[in-house]
């Protein structure tokens, strides 16, 4: 058990290292990278930032909790569901990345020539790079079998995108007007046809 155990761990982090293979070699271009906000953003970049940054600490942190019998909920099944989930999220965050291009950026921002993507995964749903995020994360503590990892990742990542959602949406909506709102009508926001 200690074996598997151990196995889910080390997959757990395999989950952010290729979260962070993805921002380096995918992300392109420096807008694409730049943290500058501008008047779209509304505070939610910094939200998201402080949300990641406390699961960076908490979800590798993990196993260590469990080692102190702090939290420890092990489970072969749900180590798997949660690895599963992770390569979803992974999975989905390339082709996010990979369809918009160069308008991913970090922070809200309009781009020289900014366009409307509704190709690829983005056919389905709007914020698929969001989705990935929660995925990774909650995939990633459900895989280290801990609940207080897999408790925070949902309330702290859920009231974060929402707002960031909220806010980008605005934007989008001043961007590209009828276009957008007509796109939000035939696409749902994380998940396709429920939500």
């Not at 895989?143 to 909220?166: D, Q, T």
């Not at 009828?178 to 998940?191: E, F, G, M, N, P």
Request: one cysteine or more.
């Amino acid at each position: 058990m200690i074996e598997i155990r151990m196995t889910y761990y080390i997959c757990s982090y395999a989950l952010f290292v290729g979260f962070f293979l993805i921002e380096h070699f995918i992300r392109k271009g420096k807008d694409t990278k730049s943290m500058s906000r501008t008047e779209f953003d509304k505070g939610s970049t910094t939200f998201i930032s402080i949300v990641m940054g406390i699961a960076f600490i908490i979800v590798p942190l993990s196993p260590l909790l469990n080692s102190l019998k702090i939290g420890m909920f092990f489970s072969v099944w749900v180590g798997a569901v949660g690895v599963v989930i992770g390569v979803l999220g992974l999975l989905i965050r390339y082709f996010a990345f990979s369809t918009l291009g160069r308008f991913f950026t970090r922070t809200l921002r309009e781009t020289d020539e900014h366009n409307l993507v509704t190709s690829g995964i983005y056919r389905y749903i709007r914020h698929p790079g969001y989705l990935s995020d929660i995925l990774i994360f909650f995939g990633a503590s459900l895989a280290i079998g801990n609940l207080i990892s897999m408790i925070v990742v949902p309330v702290l990542f859920i009231p974060a995108y929402i707002y960031r959602i909220k806010t980008e949406e605005k934007m989008l909506i001043k961007i590209f007007g009828d276009s957008y709102i007509t796109y939000q009508r035939t696409t749902k926001r994380l998940i396709p046809y429920i939500f």
